[in-house]
């Protein structure tokens, strides 16, 4: 069920929606008169992305804003010792929950009873009616759990990435020339704008400069540092035997730091994925920034999808710069984030806000 959810026909539904969320979040960056914090505002890029795009909720903005905040104190706490004590992390986890699901029904319940104007199938949808094309319509409990869940996979990792990008083409404005270079090239990019209606899944997926820029963002800086799985069969790892039933960890992170197959590996670097060298194809699983094998992750080419949209929006922009003297470093847990604020300052997007607005809502659904 979730395959179809991630598919290459419900991506192409998605990207117009997911371009649009983009283009109204830069033009607030831009219209802002100082700096913005970039992690901050990434994370709520995503959220609404989740939220508007991904799941089809039509929320108001002060809604969003509001259910962003419970979402935030339960993210915040759910690493918390599970120790349920008045004021304890533990407790303001399970009250934010509570809390969210509430308004994660209320949302659902409006999406049931108001079906009219949809131009096309979201995450949510799909869910619905696979249940009960199957003899199984999920439960009210079954949908906030999965709504949840979707909401929380896209947020975290997809937020700390988008940060990292804004921060590496900022390190390295020949690379976001180069990439410049590259829209011109295909006809995406005119007069310093993205032409209407040149962004397809395709067309997206064929630029090659993008995809490389992408991929060495994943390679560098990784959203998690690895993930669990669970032994089928017992084996023996340099001399060790690992007993059938255990959990075992593999790291993304020292993976990528230690392959042979990577030069430089601290260095950013997009032309290691290009033709010439190809880094990434000697060899498996040297490079697996959405884990490996059969259990990958499923929303991989959904994240990527966005993560090249905001870049091809970004070099769309004139101009963005960093608000102050030297970059944040770089904290790794719970996942990639710099340890102070980025703060950026973007400059104009579009003079015609008006519009944008009014056409952003309207192809969105939401309530403005």
Known sequence: VFSKIFSHEALETYLPKIQLVIQDTLRVWSSHPGSISV????????????????????????????????????????????????????RRGIRARETLL???????????????????????????????????????????????????????????????????????????????EELRGNGILHNGCVCEGALRVDTISSLHYLDCVI???????????????????????????????????YSIRDTHDTAPVFKNVDVFDPDRFGQDRTEDKDGRFHYLPFGGGVRNCLGKQLAKLFLKTLAIELASMSRFELATRTFPKIMPVPVVHPAGELKVRFYGLDSNQNEIVTETEAILGATV
Request: glycine share 6%; proline share 3%.
């Open 215 to 249: 991929k060495e963002l994943l390679r560098l800086f990784t959203p998690i540092s690895g993930g669990y799985r669970t032994v089928l069969q017992t084996f023996e790892l340099d001399g060790f035997q690992i007993p059938k039933g255990w959990s075992v960890l």
């Open 102 to 180: 509430k308004g994660l029904e209320k949302a659902i319940q409006e999406k049931l009873q108001n079906t009219q104007g949809k131009d096309y199938t979201d995450a949510l949808d799909v869910l619905i009616e696979s249940g009960k094309e199957h003899g199984n319509e999920l439960t009210m409990q079954e949908l906030k759990d999965a709504t949840l869940e979707l909401i929380f996979a896209a947020y975290a990792t997809t937020a700390s990435a988008s940060t990292s990008l804004i921060m590496q083409l900022l390190k390295h404005p020949a690379v976001l020339e180069k990439l410049r």
């Open 39 to 90: 992690y901050c505002e990434a994370q709520k890029l995503t959220f609404r992305m989740a939220i508007r795009v991904l799941l089809g909720f039509r929320l108001s903005d002060e809604e969003l804003n509001h259910l962003f905040q419970v979402f935030q104190q339960f993210v915040e706490n759910v690493f918390s010792l599970p120790v349920d004590l008045p004021f304890s992390g533990y």
